[in-house]
């Protein structure tokens, strides 16, 4: 058991979490021995990109372990631009695309998290969270 400075759970109908933030900072005395406990921080981001029902884009696999597929599925979205960033906004690849369907080869990227920047046209932009397994 761990004393936490805060946390809680959260139920939708989707599922449920819990979670907290941090454990504090703590001593304990063994013998003759102070001991300093600088607590623990973890970081789980279990992220699932879901396409709702406005979005006329669909990306799969993810997570990916070689090739990520983008389909448009409306051709008045056609002429999309998509950039591949590194988790710390690093530009990795940037590619034009007028193509319904188009691939983006993931396997010269190290196991991790991606974000791809999806833009229209019209300047509307739609962020993807991509692991790379």
């Given at each position: ?18 979670y ?7 001593t ?5 021995f ?6 623990i ?28 597929n ?16 590194t988790i ?44 790379k397994i």
């Open positions: 058991m761990a004393v936490v400075s805060v946390g809680g759970s959260v139920l939708t109908s989707s599922g449920s979490i819990n907290t933030i941090g454990q504090i900072d703590y304990s005395i063994h013998g003759s102070v001991v300093l406990y600088l607590g921080q973890q970081v789980y981001d279990p992220y699932v990109t879901s396409i709702d029902e406005n979005t006329d884009i669909s990306i799969w696999p993810n997570p990916v372990a070689t090739t990520l983008i389909e448009v599925k409306s051709i008045k979205n056609l002429g999309i631009l998509y950039q591949l960033y710390d906004g690093k530009l990795l690849e940037s590619k034009q695309s007028a193509d319904k369907r188009t691939t983006l080869n993931m396997m010269q990227y190290a196991q991790g998290t991606y974000v791809l920047m999806v833009r229209y046209a019209d300047k509307r932009t739609l962020k993807f969270k991509i692991i």
